[in-house]
């Protein structure tokens, strides 16, 4: 997420109470988890496994909870708790912004465009021309949608990222503070769900078509003119390339890779990146002719089994 205006080192770290490392004048332009971070980002990082990650990473400012040697070009945000910090420069840049109206007067409506009764429109949406928003659909906050979008009914564009610190006390939330942006000519089933991004965006690209019941989870990219059939379950930070199909019930792991032209059979597991261009079945998928010969030579050492008893 971008900020709103850059901020200084200095007072970014003294409005937290925290020590910095660095040039006071270095400045930050957005706040973004690690997976989406860019040049003048700031990002966190609160355990040794994922130091160099962070510090490595394009992100030029890290909050982290021990000093360390800082890069080139780069700056530290010393704090006993970056995570709950993180969190707190999310709930002050993105705060809460609760609805007074079914559509938000702040949403930006495209000529042509259907919003049919008890659909909510939510703060700062764009929506696109000629797109048909479908009763009881629920549009979140910031959410982008392009042209010659379909929203079927209970469907719930930016919803929270499913994103939480384990603690001894409970759970500890990651608010989420990216979008969800569909990109032209795309249809989404009834009763799908596709969650925004931690501090990113959640990306459905043009030309693609989802069916009910579907489960995107945040920082997912789908590319272009790709099927996804009911009740199929993709978890976050996941990259579908262009043209892959995947059949009801598929479920995806998290960060892996589907490449394009990929097509993925019903009822599969996924917990691995898969090449383009082949197709896929079981669990866990593998290419299809692999698994029809494993199935084949099972059941012939079953029935020889079965003649020798």
Known sequence: MKLPHPITLEDLAG????????????LVTGINEIHMVEEGDLTFVDHPKYYHKALHSLATTILIDKE???????????????FDDFVSLVVRYRPFEPATAM????ARIGEGTVIQPGAFIGNHVTLGDDCLIHANASIYDHTVIGDRVIIHSGAVLGADAYYFQRRPAGYKKMESCGRVVLED???IGALTSVDRGVSGDTVISAGTKIDNH????????????CLIGAHC??????????DVILWARVSV????????????YALSGIDKSLPGGKTYWGIPAEEAR???????????????EGRRT
């Open 68 to 82: 360390v040697e800082c890069p080139d070009g780069k700056a530290l945000i010393i704090s006993d708790g970056p």
């Open 103 to 106: 559509v938000s007067p702040t």
């Open 15 to 26: 409005s937290l109470g925290a020590r910095f490392v660095g040039d006071p004048n270095h």
């Open 253 to 264: 792991n998290k960060d892996l890779v589907i490449g394009k032209g990929a097509i993925v």
């Open 214 to 225: 579907v489960q995107i989870g945040h920082d997912t990219f789908v590319g272009r003119n």
């Open 290 to 304: 692999k698994k029809w010969k494993e199935l084949a030579k099972l059941k012939q050492l079953t029935r020889e």
């Open 185 to 187: 000519d795309v249809e």
């Open 233 to 242: 379950a993709i978890a976050g930070v996941t990259r579908i390339e262009d």
